[in-house]
């Protein structure tokens, strides 16, 4: 790693911040991003080595906290799922900035008990493993119930395309680790959704997959990772997640080929949680891509101003591709999770290889 990438980067991720700061200008933009936006700047305010971009981050978070406070105001009893997951979303990423929400909890928790897991994680972790039969939205916007094969507006009928499993079991890792940051049960906890891991492995081949399967395949697996170690806190062991590891190994290359700043980044910090060093060449070559394909506007991806999301969220996977991390460890965020890792630990005959 030469002096001038080392530069190189930490300019382009300062570039990426100004970027998320315009788009930040307006209050209208600030209450779109939500819930992702906070999570990028507790993200970036707790991890950062760049004192720059903590004081940046800390300042955006800060603000957009009290932009949702105002609009939304503290839980109600009659919270419906969705309402409740977005508070669990939000108070967790403002825990990370080090805002208290503890006054509001109790009623959250409460609030929380009256649905069901499957209302917030689309199946029962508890009793089953991530499902493939639950329908995309259709085409003609209607959503569909579990199962369902066809669309069941009259004047549509048109044949359904299934949500990855993968896709689903990324999200359920993600929710259940938010609301368990913040201390709410949603009718199934973390440690439920990952005891299904040996059900999601061994990951199948970019080759083997179409691209669609390919992402939400890579999004779960960079999302293991994301909810064992805190969101880029902490470093974590190979030898804990084998197969994920080898994975994210063997795939930076696909995003780059694919041209996708988004994923590139995922895998690349992921990647690097794993203490893969700045000199490792495949993490060489993803840190130029990075830095090359940077909009001239700061940003990452193609984007218009209707897909301002992606935008936003290339941006902010990039920008953790490339900046420097303060990362403790390793250890796992909840070191209670260890056993339980260690126990799905297989080589490819299914032989225990790790006690
Ligand atoms: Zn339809």
Redesign the pocket.
Known sequence: MTHNQVRARKFAVRRGMRFIESLCASREWVAYLNGGLLHFCGSLARTAIDPWLVARASRLGRLSYQYWQDETGPPLEDASAAEVLEFVRVYSAARALGIRTSRWRPVLRKTARRHKAREYFEFDPQVEPPPSNIPEI???G?FNARGRRT?I?KS???RLRMQSRYRIWGMALTVAYCAETCDVELGGRYADALRWLPAMRPYELRAELSKSDFFDTAYAVTHIVYTLNDFGRFLLSPSWLPNEFEFLHDNLESAMVLHDPDLTGELLDTYRAFGVSDDDSKVMRAYDFLIESQNPDGSWGEWDWETVYSAFHATWAAMDGLREFSWKGPRLANPRLMKMLQEMVHDRDGERILK
Request: glycine share 0%; proline share 0%.
């Open positions: 259709c085409r003609c209607q669309c507006n549509c009928r048109s």
